[in-house]
């Protein structure tokens, strides 16, 4: 049974009513309620927190003072000022004596996870990704932390000091291993013509080895090095482990190079894998700004497995805000493993638990659920001595 808290703001916001949701309930485990009835908020018998910026109870209270971006209606370029705190970073700092919290940490955990920032100009890859070193999270060096969080165990300390009989009921960890399948072989099953070009290839390179390679798995002498599947299974049901295949089910592009999607042997691979694994859309790098494209994927994947298919990452992690989301979400998928950078470890949205989207132009919380990821093992090469 979750403890009951109320808190009291000067006037309640959507972004107010996601981010307090989101910190009280989803990571701390309590039942959260919000007034600006300041005669309700007295005769309340139970923990309460301030959200104003002054005290209405004291002693009897916890006051955090906000900073006015859960107030606030639009995009705005705000001008962050960021102060150490529990050895990190935070910022939208406020000055008060009446609270023990040097900063707004729901302005703060707000702007991190609706990914404020990427709704403002930021440089770009040559995918049009946002690069990490131009987030504030790799700016004030708090990327490998998820600041969010530690903030929310913060707040809990306080909250216990003030009213010790709360109960919070926390989450415990839980590994999720998400695979994405951009090829699934690496010789085998790619077609006559793909397969002929791959041995011009190898001629014009003069690649003896490669094509020695390429020959001794077509004739099955060799297994292809990309066939590691009977291996993941033992090692997912050895833990005990329920993974994500995310599959690339589209037509060959220049960045699309999977298996032909008719391909018997391409489809029964995705049978077998969804025997054991839950198995969803790796989005083409083609699609992401064609929902049409993006239908014609999933309703494909879905009549292979003969399952609804609800789940998402994005090929090469493409995302434009709000437009990647919303093209999923009238899709009818529900979780996406898409938060997260392709050339650095950390936490893009300052966060390690799974959170609703908050669509920040149309100001809603949506039922997209987002799980972050913190490492990709491809990232990893990209540190190799």
């Not at 990647?324 to 997260?340: A, E, P, S, V, W």
Request: charged letters at 20%.
């Amino acid at each position: 049974m979750k403890s009951e808290l109320l808190l009291y703001c000067q006037k309640i916001t959507p972004r107010l009513q996601y981010i307090t949701g989101l910190i009280m309930t989803d990571i701390l485990g309590l039942n959260i309620s919000l007034t600006n009835n300041e005669e309700e908020y007295k005769a309340f018998d139970g923990a309460r927190i301030c959200y104003h910026s002054y005290q209405i109870i004291p002693g009897e209270e916890l006051v955090i003072i906000p900073s006015g971006l859960l107030s606030e209606k639009g995009i705005n370029s705000h001008r962050l000022s960021f102060i150490d705190f529990d050895s990190s970073r935070a910022f939208f700092p406020v000055y008060s004596k009446i609270s023990p919290l040097p900063f707004d940490l729901f302005s703060a955990s707000f702007y991190l996870v609706s990914r404020y920032e990427e709704y403002l100009p930021y440089m770009k890859d040559e995918h049009g990704r946002m690069l990490a070193n131009s987030g504030i999270a790799m700016q004030q060096g708090f990327l490998q932390v998820p600041v969010v969080n530690r903030w929310a165990f913060y707040l809990k300390s306080l909250l216990m000091e003030v009213f010790p009989s709360l109960k919070f009921n926390t989450g415990k960890f839980r590994f999720q291993p998400t695979i994405d399948i951009d090829s699934a072989w690496a010789y085998r099953n790619k077609g006559l013509i793909r397969t002929i070009g791959g041995y011009l290839k190898d001629l014009k390179n003069f690649d003896v080895a490669e094509m020695k390679k390429r020959s001794r798995v077509l004739i099955q002498l060799d297994k292809d090095p990309f066939d590691t599947y009977e291996l993941m299974q033992e090692i997912h049901q050895s833990y005990n482990l329920r993974p994500v295949f995310f599959i690339l089910f589209a037509d060959y592009a220049l960045n699309d190079k999977n298996v032909p999607v008719n391909n018997d042997g391409f489809q029964r691979l995705i049978k077998s894998l969804a025997d054991y694994a839950k198995v969803g859309i790796h989005p083409s790098y083609a699609s992401n700004k064609n929902p049409v494209l993006l239908a014609n994927e999933i309703k494909r994947l879905s009549s292979v497995v003969r399952a609804e298919i609800t789940s998402s990452r994005q090929h090469f992690l493409i995302m434009s805000f709000p437009e990647t989301y919303r093209n999923l979400i009238n899709l009818d998928i529900t979780d996406d493993f898409t938060m997260g950078f392709a050339g650095q470890p950390g936490f893009r949205a300052g966060i390690c638990t799974s959170f609703k989207w908050y669509d920040l132009e149309a100001e809603i919380s949506t039922d997209l659920t987002i799980h972050p990821f913190a490492l990709m093992e491809g990232t990893l090469g990209l540190f190799a001595p």
